[in-house]
């Protein structure tokens, strides 16, 4: 993965590729991109976006690693390696099963709660939902990758089908800026920011996903897509 410094100008390109909403604007050009950075970033959206949601319409000659259960549903989870796990789950009315595609299944999360459960009610009806971080953080391409995994399925029209669009906490260049301070009832903020611990908060109509490093950052932000779609709780 490339380690270079990740730009907001790419991160935006980045979650406007992954979700799948047509936004209601036309997108802009940034001035500077990083061509290197967008090749790279480009093909990880592809492996991301053709991978994370398919209709699961036959069998597979790779058996489960393990039956998952949330207490009252049980979930087939197939580990393909240390930085990828499959998901076979039903989604609301659809009555044909999807594969939800992540880096880590739900045993490699089960030390990060989610404090509170009225996050799925906080975001159903969102307008609009940002995804924003500290330019100042110097985040590189990994943690565009927790970003990736939480706009893939909210902007997918199977699940929320909302549009889900970037932002940065501090002004730069002409980037939205968007802080918790900002959210409100029609457009919650995502927060993915660097911590001492991993862990999921809320402040309001904010969700908090941070970390000690940009790994645990994408542990936060698929933990918090289990519990959205109900794998977790």
Known sequence: MNK?????????KILDSASEHTPKEPKKESNNPDRVNLILYGLLICVVIFGGFIYFKESTS????????NGDSEFEVR?????????????????EPFVMDLRYGPIDLEDIKVPDTAIKQMIQNDETLYI???????????????????????????????????????????????????????????????????????????IILQGPTETDMVKAADRLALHLIGIMQ
């Open 79 to 95: 580990k393909i390696s240390d930085t990828q796990s499959q998901i076979q789950f039903y989604y609301g009315n659809n009555p």
């Open 62 to 69: 790779i058996p489960p690693i393990y039956h998952y259960t």
């Open 132 to 206: 924003t971080f500290n330019p100042q953080e110097e985040l590189k391409g990994e943690a565009v990758l927790a970003g990736v995994e939480i706009g893939k399925f909210i902007g997918n029209k199977y699940f929320f089908n909302i549009p889900v669009k970037s932002a940065v906490t501090t002004p730069y260049d002409n980037n939205t800026v968007m802080t918790c301070e900002d959210a409100d009832d029609l457009n919650t903020v995502i927060w993915i920011k660097k911590g001492k611990e991993t862990k999921i908060e809320t402040q309001g109509n904010c």
């Open 4 to 12: 270079n410094k990740i730009t907001p100008d790419t991160y935006k």
